[in-house]
C-alpha cells in the first residue's frame, strides 16, 4: 500500500499519457470512416441524403480553387485544380506556386434532393483572414471582405451563417477568401450544410459552449479577486484571478470568437489587440502565481526568466501591427508548451523527493494535474491550429479543468490552514489561560517585594540610616521612581485580567467631575514640577456629577491626563468638560507628539502605543481605561491627532442629575441651618482644644463625633467646603482641620490651600482624609499643604494618635513661641532705656514739649515690646511701624543731626501679616552698629514694597558696612553666642521655618549695607 502511495504520481501521469495516446489514435484512424458522402473533384451528392433523418453534412474535401482569383457569380474560368479545403495555402497546386497571403475562390457543387420547403443553411466559423460566401450567384454572408490586394482588402475572420432556399436540385457554393496579414491563410475550420433549424442549433451549441466556459472562468477569477480583498496577505488569490479574468477575455477571441460578436464594428486590429494583451496577460499572472505558491520548487531564474521573455514580448506585441507578430505566435506557444512541461517536471520532482513546501502532499499532487490539464490545454489547440487534428476537443475540457483543479488546490490550502489555526487557536486558548493564571500570580507576588523595594528607597532617602551625598540621592530617586512605574504597570495587568474575567465590580454614585479632575490636576501639578508643560482645566461651575464608581473614573482621568502629559514635552495639557443630552462628555487635549495615522487605529488596543521606542511603558493605561469607560455606560475614543501637534481623547459617562443653577462662586455667602455643616458640639468645661471637620459624608461626620466624644476636644462639623472656610473666620480660635480630599464643589487639596494661605503649618494642623493613599496622591496633598493623611476606612486609635500628636505639636510650638517673645523682650537693653531717660531729662529743662513727645515715643516702644501676646504668631506691617517709629524718634533725639531715617512703605500692605520683631531689629542694627560707627552718622532707609505676591522688606543704610568674611556668620547661631546678640539670627532661623527663605545680607565695607526678606 505504501509502496502505491509513494507512486501515486507516476501511476496518474501514466495515465494520462495512455489517455492522449488513445484519444489521438481514435481521431487519426477514424477520421476517414465518415457515413456521409464525400466531396469528389468539386462535386458532392446529396440526392439520397436525408437532412431531416441523418443531420447536416461536413463540407470537408476537396473543392475546385481558383488561386490568385475572386471569380464573379457566373465568371466561367478554368480552376487551378482541385484543393483539400481543410489545408493551408502552401506548397504548389498543378505548377502553381500556393502562398499563405494572397487570394483565392472555392468553388463546390452539391446536389441534393428537391425540397422546395426546406430552407438550408451553411456556417462559417474560421477563414483567414477575410471571405464572402455565394450560393448560386448570391452573397450570402461575410467577414471583412476580400480583395486582390492589401489596400483593397479588409481582415477580420468573424463566424457567420448563410441561409437560403433552393428551388431546384444544385447548389453551387463559392467562397471567395483573402489573407495578406496571418502567417496562415485558406479555411481553418469545417464548413457545416444542413437545414437552418440544425445549423442554427450547431451555431447556437457550438457558441453557448464557449460562452459557458468564459463565463465560468471570469465568475472564478472574480471570486478569487474577491477573497484577495478579504485576505490580501494571500497575493496566490490575487494573481490567479488576474489569470482566470484576462484568460476568458482571451478564449473569448478565439473559437466562435464572441469577443468579435460582443464589439461588433470595432476595427479588426483593435479586437485582436484585446484579445493577445488578454492573453499575454494572463501568462504574467500565472507566472506570479508560480512564483507565489512554488518558491520552493520552482527556480527564482524561472520565474524571472519567463517574465522577462514575455513582458518584453507583451510590449513588442503592442508596439507592432498585427501582419508583424502574428509571425511569432506559433513560437511563442511552443515556448509555453516547453515552460509548463518544466514546471510540471520540476513539481514531480519535488513531489518525489517529499519536498511540499507550503503545500500538503495532496495539494501538490492536485496543482501538478493542475498544470497537466493546462499543458493538454496548449498542445490540443497548437495540433488543432496545425491541421493535426480535425477539432479542439481536449481544450475547453482541460482549459476549465485547469481552472477548477488550482481554485480546488487554493480551496484545500485554506482548508488545511483554516484547521492548522484551528488547532493553534486551541492550544493558543490553553496557552493563554495558562498564561494568566501565571501572570495574576506571579504580579501578586510582585507587589510584595515592591512595596519593600519603594518603602526602604523611600526611607534611606529620608536619611533613615544617615545623610546620603547627592549622587546617592539621585539613584535612589531612580529606584524609587523605576518601582512605582513597575508597581503600576503590575496594577494594570491585574486590572486588564479582571477585566477579561468579568471580575470587575462597579459601585456608581453621583460624582463630582469638577472635584475629581480639579484633585488629579493638583497631583500632576506636582508630580511634573520642571517640565515645561501647563495643565488647565476648563470646567464650569454649573456641570452635574456622573454616575459612575468614583475610584474607576478616577483612574480613567488619571491614565488619560497622565498618557497627555507622557508624550507633552512643552506646551499645555487641557481637561474640559461639558454637559450634552443627558451625557457629561470630558476632553483631555495635549500639545504632545501626536499619534501617527498607522497607529490611531489600535491605540485603544492592549500594549498599542504611539511611540514606545522613545517613551517607554506597556501601553495599557488606554486599553483599560477604555473598557472600564465602557462597564460605565460610556466610550473613550480618539478624537482628532496629529504628529507634531498634539492630540485629543474624549470620553462621556452618563449624568446623574440635570443641569446645576449656576453658582456664584465659592465663596458665596450662606446661611447656617441645624443640619447643616458648622453643626458644634455644646460648649463642656475643660474642652482644651477645637477641631474642625469636613467631610460630605453625614455618615463620616458621625463616625468622627462618635470617635471623639471621650476626649477633650470640641468638634465643629460641616459638609461643605464653604461653610469650612467661613468658619475658620467666626468660629474663634480653630486648632486642627480634619478635612476630607474628595467633596463637592472644591477639592481638599484646593481648601488647604486657601487656608495655607492664612495659617501656617504651625499654626493650623490639616489632616487629609482619603481613601486613596497612592504616593502621587499623598505627595500632592503634602504639596498643597497638609500635615498628615488618615486612609478611609477609619482606625479609631490610628486617627485619635494622628491628631493628638499634631495637637500636642501645635502646643509645643505655641510654648516655644511664648518662650522666644519673652527672651526677645528681655532684650531691650538697660543702657538703652538709661540713655533714652537721660535724653528726655535733658529735654525737660530745654524744651518740655520735645520731652513729652519723647515720653510719649518711649510709652508707645515699651507697650509693642511688653505687650506683644506669647501665643500671637503674626502682628500686621502697621503695628511693627509704630514699634520702629518709636523707637527711631528716641534715637534721633539723642544723635540728633547725625541720623536721618527715611520712609518707603506701599500703603496697600499696611495690613500684611508678619512675624513679629522682625523690621525693629533690623533698623536697631543699621543704627547701633552702621550709622553711629561713623563720625559723621548717616541715613537708614526702610522700604516696603510689593513684589510677585509677597511683601518685600528692605533696610538699607551708608554706614562702615561688613567686611567680607562676616556676611555669612552674622546668621549663625555660634555668632549670637559669641557677641551676646540674638537678632539677626532669631530673625533669619524664624523666617526660614516660616517661609523657606531668610534674610539677604549684602554690604561695601566702609560704603553701605542692605538686610532684606519677604513676607507674605
Not at 482566470?244 to 478565439?254: D, E, K, P
Not at 443630552?581 to 498599542?608: A, C, K, L, W
Request: glycine share 8%; proline share 4%; net charge neutral.
Amino acid at each position: 500500500m505504501k509502496v502505491l502511495q509513494k507512486n501515486s504520481l507516476y501511476i496518474i501521469l501514466f495515465a494520462i499519457v495512455c489517455f492522449l495516446l488513445l484519444y489521438y489514435g481514435t481521431i487519426f484512424f477514424g477520421q476517414n470512416k465518415e457515413s456521409a458522402p464525400q466531396i469528389q473533384n468539386g462535386v458532392l451528392n446529396l440526392s439520397n441524403w436525408d437532412f431531416d433523418k441523418s443531420g447536416p453534412v461536413k463540407l470537408d474535401g476537396a473543392w475546385e480553387l481558383y488561386w490568385g482569383t475572386l471569380l464573379e457569380p457566373g465568371q466561367a474560368a478554368v480552376p487551378t485544380g482541385i484543393f483539400p479545403i481543410l489545408s493551408y495555402w502552401s506548397g504548389s497546386l498543378n505548377h502553381t506556386l500556393l502562398q499563405a497571403k494572397g487570394m483565392a475562390t472555392y468553388k463546390l457543387h452539391v446536389k441534393v434532393k428537391p425540397s422546395p420547403s426546406m430552407v438550408y443553411g451553411i456556417r462559417v466559423v474560421n477563414i483567414q483572414m477575410s471571405s464572402a460566401l455565394y450560393v448560386n450567384g448570391l452573397k450570402l454572408g461575410s467577414s471583412g471582405t476580400p480583395g486582390p490586394s492589401r489596400s483593397e482588402y479588409s481582415p477580420e475572420n468573424k463566424p457567420y451563417i448563410a441561409y437560403f432556399p433552393l428551388e431546384g436540385d444544385t447548389a453551387d457554393i463559392m467562397i471567395h477568401a483573402a489573407n495578406y496579414d496571418f502567417i496562415q491563410g485558406g479555411v481553418a475550420s469545417s464548413l457545416y450544410l444542413g437545414s437552418a433549424e440544425q445549423i442554427n442549433r450547431i451555431d447556437k451549441l457550438s457558441t453557448g459552449i464557449g460562452i459557458a466556459l468564459e463565463v465560468s472562468i471570469l465568475l472564478l477569477g472574480i471570486y478569487h479577486l474577491g477573497t484577495y480583498v478579504t485576505r490580501k496577505k494571500e497575493k496566490g488569490f490575487l494573481y490567479f484571478g488576474i489569470y482566470c479574468i484576462s484568460s476568458a477575455v482571451s478564449f473569448a477571441g478565439l473559437g466562435d470568437k464572441p469577443l468579435m460578436q460582443i464589439f461588433d464594428g470595432f476595427p479588426f486590429a483593435l479586437i485582436h489587440k484585446i484579445q493577445g494583451i488578454s492573453m499575454h496577460t494572463s501568462i504574467l499572472a500565472l507566472t506570479l502565481f508560480i512564483k507565489h505558491v512554488c518558491s520552493e520548487q520552482v527556480p527564482r531564474w524561472l520565474v524571472k526568466s519567463v517574465l522577462t521573455v514575455y513582458g518584453v514580448y507583451s510590449v513588442y506585441f503592442i508596439l507592432v501591427p498585427f501582419r508583424v507578430y502574428s509571425y511569432t505566435t506559433f513560437v511563442m506557444s511552443a515556448l509555453q508548451i516547453v515552460i509548463y512541461f518544466i514546471i510540471i517536471w520540476l513539481l514531480s520532482a519535488a513531489y518525489m523527493r517529499g519536498n511540499y513546501g507550503s503545500f500538503s502532499k495532496r495539494s501538490l499532487l492536485i496543482l501538478i494535474l493542475a498544470f497537466c490539464a493546462l499543458l493538454i490545454c496548449i498542445l490540443d489547440a497548437s495540433l488543432y491550429l496545425l491541421r493535426i487534428v480535425p477539432k479542439n476537443f481536449l481544450f475547453d475540457f482541460c482549459a476549465m479543468s485547469f481552472v477548477l483543479l488550482i481554485s480546488f488546490m487554493l480551496a484545500s490550502r485554506f482548508s488545511e490552514a483554516f484547521q492548522t489555526i484551528e488547532k493553534m487557536t486551541r492550544k493558543l486558548s490553553e496557552n493563554d489561560r495558562l498564561k494568566d493564571e501565571f501572570l495574576i500570580n506571579t504580579t501578586h507576588e510582585f507587589q510584595t517585594p515592591l512595596n519593600g523595594i519603594i518603602n526602604i528607597s523611600q526611607s534611606l532617602l529620608e536619611g533613615a540610616a544617615g545623610d546620603v551625598n547627592e549622587k546617592q540621592k539621585e539613584n535612589l530617586s531612580t529606584i524609587v521612581a523605576v518601582s512605582q512605574r513597575l508597581s503600576t504597570l503590575v496594577r494594570d495587568i491585574l486590572d486588564l485580567e479582571r477585566i477579561k474575567r468579568n471580575e470587575i465590580h462597579l459601585q456608581t454614585s453621583a460624582v463630582d467631575v469638577k472635584v475629581l479632575i480639579s484633585i488629579i490636576m493638583d497631583m500632576f501639578n506636582y508630580l511634573i514640577s520642571g517640565k515645561k508643560v501647563s495643565l488647565i482645566q476648563d470646567i464650569p461651575d454649573n456641570l452635574p456629577p456622573v454616575r459612575a464608581d468614583e475610584n474607576r473614573l478616577w483612574q480613567v482621568v488619571y491614565n488619560v491626563v497622565g498618557n497627555a502629559v507622557k508624550f507633552t514635552e512643552r506646551g499645555a495639557v487641557t481637561v474640559s468638560a461639558r454637559y450634552r443630552n443627558g451625557h457629561v462628555e470630558i476632553s483631555v487635549e495635549d500639545t504632545g507628539i501626536g499619534i501617527p495615522p498607522y497607529r490611531q487605529q489600535r491605540i485603544m488596543e492592549s500594549f498599542g502605543q504611539a511611540d514606545r521606542s522613545a517613551y517607554g511603558g506597556m501601553g495599557l493605561g488606554l486599553s483599560i481605561s477604555g473598557k472600564l469607560v465602557q462597564l460605565m455606560g460610556g466610550e473613550l475614543r480618539l478624537d482628532w491627532s496629529e504628529e507634531g501637534r498634539g492630540s485629543r481623547f474624549l470620553f462621556h459617562l452618563p449624568a446623574a442629575g440635570p443641569f446645576r443653577r449656576q453658582r456664584e462662586g465659592n465663596t458665596a455667602s450662606f446661611r447656617l441651618t441645624p443640619s447643616a455643616a458648622g453643626e458644634a458640639e455644646p460648649e463642656t468645661t475643660g474642652k482644651k482644644f477645637t477641631i474642625l471637620a469636613v467631610d460630605d459624608e453625614p455618615s463620616n461626620l458621625q463616625v468622627l463625633s462618635v470617635l471623639f466624644a471621650g476626649e477633650a476636644y470640641r468638634m465643629l462639623k460641616t459638609t461643605s467646603p464653604q461653610e469650612a472656610l467661613q468658619l475658620l473666620q467666626t468660629s474663634g480660635a480653630i486648632d486642627l482641620v480634619l478635612l476630607d480630599v474628595m467633596m463637592p464643589n472644591l477639592s481638599g487639596y484646593e481648601v488647604c490651600r486657601e487656608i495655607r494661605r492664612q495659617y501656617t503649618l504651625f499654626d493650623l494642623p490639616i489632616v487629609m482624609l482619603t481613601a486613596r493613599n497612592t504616593p502621587s496622591e499623598v505627595a500632592a496633598g503634602f504639596e498643597a499643604g497638609a500635615n498628615d493623611f488618615i486612609i478611609k476606612p477609619f482606625n479609631s486609635s490610628e486617627v485619635r494618635a494622628r491628631v493628638n500628636t499634631l495637637l500636642q505639636l501645635k502646643q509645643s510650638v505655641q510654648d516655644a513661641l511664648a518662650s522666644e517673645m519673652a527672651f526677645l523682650q528681655s532684650q531691650i537693653k538697660p543702657h538703652f532705656l538709661f540713655n533714652s531717660l537721660n535724653a528726655i531729662l535733658s529735654f525737660c529743662r530745654t524744651d518740655s514739649a520735645r520731652a513729652e513727645q519723647l515720653i510719649s515715643h518711649l510709652s508707645v516702644y515699651l507697650r509693642r515690646c511688653f505687650d506683644i501676646p506669647g501665643t500671637e504668631a503674626f502682628v500686621t506691617l502697621e503695628s511693627e511701624l509704630q514699634l520702629v517709629q518709636a523707637y527711631v524718634e528716641i534715637e534721633k533725639a539723642r544723635f540728633e543731626e547725625r541720623l536721618t531715617v527715611v520712609y518707603d512703605i506701599d500703603p496697600g500692605l499696611l495690613q500684611t501679616r508678619l512675624l513679629p520683631l522682625t523690621i525693629q531689629p533690623l533698623v536697631e542694627n543699621a543704627i547701633r552698629h552702621g550709622i553711629m560707627k561713623k563720625e559723621n552718622g548717616g541715613v537708614v532707609k526702610l522700604t516696603v514694597k510689593a513684589a510677585a505676591g509677597l511683601a518685600h522688606v528692605e533696610v538699607w543704610d551708608n554706614g562702615i558696612g561688613i567686611p567680607d568674611g562676616k556676611l555669612a556668620a552674622l546668621i549663625e547661631k555660634n555668632y549670637a553666642r559669641e557677641t551676646g546678640g540674638v537678632g539677626l539670627p532669631n530673625i533669619h532661623r524664624r523666617l526660614i521655618n516660616w517661609l523657606g527663605n531668610g534674610l539677604q545680607i549684602e554690604s561695601a565695607e566702609q560704603e553701605w549695607t542692605k538686610i532684606s526678606f519677604y513676607t507674605k
